[in-house]
């Protein structure tokens, strides 16, 4: 066990030394935002009576890799499988780089591998939330890879 500020846990998961599920990750990318815990107490107290929104992510696959899609995105459908028992399966013969190329309203994290993720967020976050720092695993400096 060792405790990590959110872009030092970052870096150890692109180094592999660690590893996260998509959902944690882009929570990374979220806490990326605040430099301190103070500054994130505040902004949690601030915004904590503006409320919150069920998310439920639905998998998308392309031919190279997977998007998961989030609210907001273009393409997260109207009415989500939110208890599975629906069994919708969203696919394409698309690579995940022509998903991108192709789109222009983005909240979803594209997953190419076990270990490479990439968070891609261009819409308004509802009840004053913070969006994710847009960072992709593959990249060393996550300030310009977008």
């Known amino acids: 066990l060792q405790w990590s500020s959110p ?3 970052i870096e150890c998961f692109k180094s ?3 590893w996260f599920a998509p959902p944690q990750f882009y929570e990374l990318c ?3 935002n605040f430099s301190s815990l103070h500054e994130l107490h505040k ?3 601030d915004r904590a009576l503006e409320g919150c929104e069920r998310w439920m992510p639905v998998m998308l696959t392309a031919s190279d890799g997977s998007v ?3 609210p907001g995105d273009e393409l997260y459908p109207e009415d989500p499988d939110y208890t599975g028992e629906k069994k919708i399966i969203m696919s394409t013969d698309k690579k995940v780089e022509n998903l991108m190329k192709d789109g222009s309203v983005f909240h979803r994290i594209v997953i190419k591998s076990i270990n490479s993720l990439a968070v891609y ?3 308004q976050a509802k009840y004053k939330h913070m969006n994710p720092l847009m960072i992709n695993s593959d ?3 996550y300030s310009i890879c977008l």
Do not use: G
Request: proline residues 5%; contains cysteine; glycine residues 0%.
């Open 7 to 9: 872009p030092e846990a």
């Open 16 to 18: 592999q030394e660690i």
């Open 30 to 32: 979220r806490l990326c």
């Open 43 to 45: 902004f949690s107290s």
């Open 68 to 70: 998961q899609l989030l």
């Open 121 to 123: 967020v261009n819409i």
């Open 139 to 141: 990249c060393s400096d």
